[in-house]
C-alpha cells in the first residue's frame, strides 16, 4: 500500500464541474466548510460562473443554467448552495451577479420554471428546485 500522497498535474486547468461537486462535501461538513482549502476552491468556482468548463464535459456556458434535483452536476444552483454554506455573500461579484440572474428569471408569481435535466415529474422538481434557490439565496443574504 502506497503511502505518498499524489501530487496533481498542475500543468492541467481545474474544471468547475469537479470542483463543484467535490465542494458540497466540504459545504455540507461542519468544519470542512471552514477550511481555508474549501474557501479557496469556492474562489476559483465563483470566479466561473457564465463561463464554459476547460474539458469538454461541460464545453458551453449554457450548461451554469440547466439545472438537476438533487444536485447531481454543478450548476448554477448547486454553485449557489455550496457556496452560501462556505460563507460567501452578496460582496463577491460572480454571486451576486448570479443571484441576479435567478431574479431575472423568477415568474410573476414567485416561482421559476427552468431547465431541468433530470427525468420525472418535471413539477414535483420544480418545486424543490423552487424551495432550493430561496434557501440559498437566503444564506447568501445573510440568514440561516
Known amino acids: 500500500m502506497a503511502t505518498d500522497t499524489v501530487q496533481p498535474d498542475q500543468s492541467k486547468p481545474f474544471s468547475h464541474l469537479v470542483t463543484g461537486v467535490v465542494l458540497r462535501a466540504f459545504a455540507a461538513h461542519e468544519t470542512y466548510r471552514r477550511s481555508a482549502?474549501?474557501?479557496?476552491?469556492?474562489?476559483?468556482?465563483?470566479?466561473?460562473?457564465?463561463?464554459?468548463d476547460l474539458y469538454p464535459d461541460r464545453g458551453t456556458p449554457e450548461y451554469w443554467t440547466r439545472f438537476t434535483y438533487p444536485f447531481w452536476f454543478t450548476d448554477l444552483l448547486s454553485s449557489l448552495d455550496s457556496l452560501s454554506f462556505l460563507g460567501f455573500n452578496l460582496c463577491d461579484s460572480q454571486v451576486k451577479a448570479?443571484?441576479?440572474?435567478?431574479?431575472?428569471?423568477?415568474?410573476?408569481n414567485g416561482l421559476w420554471y427552468?431547465?431541468?435535466?433530470k427525468n420525472g415529474k418535471k413539477e414535483d422538481?420544480?418545486?424543490w428546485v423552487c424551495l432550493a434557490i430561496c434557501r440559498a439565496i437566503k444564506r447568501l443574504h445573510g440568514g440561516v
Open 114 to 117: 427552468l431547465s431541468l435535466l
Open 125 to 127: 422538481l420544480n418545486t
Open 37 to 52: 482549502e474549501a474557501k479557496a476552491a469556492g474562489k476559483l468556482l465563483d470566479s466561473r460562473f457564465f463561463r464554459r
Open 98 to 108: 448570479a443571484v441576479q440572474w435567478f431574479a431575472e428569471e423568477q415568474q410573476k
